[in-house]
């Protein structure tokens, strides 16, 4: 009886540690890690779960959003754009047809 009692009291202590191991749950923390844009803008985070440095395609340092000077001039048309302009030629096929 004492032996099963011994044995329950191990088997309590294996779970306990099994559950209390969060070296194995948790991911590693890096501090100052850099993040490097696509346009050459770099900055460095607090930290992160990813080691540095990191390649992003936008970042606040580079997106419109946040800079309205840096806005991009929009080079393909839309299906509005595309229709204003065929509207605007039948216009002027209507007038050299009158």
């Known amino acids: 009886m004492a ?3 011994k044995k329950k009291t191990d088997d309590q202590q294996a ?5 209390n191991d969060k070296s194995k749950k948790h991911p590693t923390y ?4 850099k993040v490097v844009d696509i346009n050459g ?3 460095t985070l607090g930290g992160a ?9 936008t970042s606040f340092m580079s997106h419109p959003v946040y800079n309205p000077d840096k806005v ?7 299906r509005v754009e595309k229709f204003q302009e ?3 030629r039948m216009e002027e096929m209507k007038k050299k047809g009158k």
């Open 30 to 33: 890096y501090k100052d890690v």
């Open 49 to 57: 779960t990813v080691p540095g440095p990191i390649k992003v395609e």
């Open 3 to 5: 032996e099963d009692k």
């Open 41 to 43: 803008y770099e900055f």
């Open 15 to 19: 779970t306990a540690v099994a559950i």
């Open 72 to 78: 991009i001039e929009k080079v393909s048309k839309g």
């Open 86 to 88: 065929k509207l605007k």
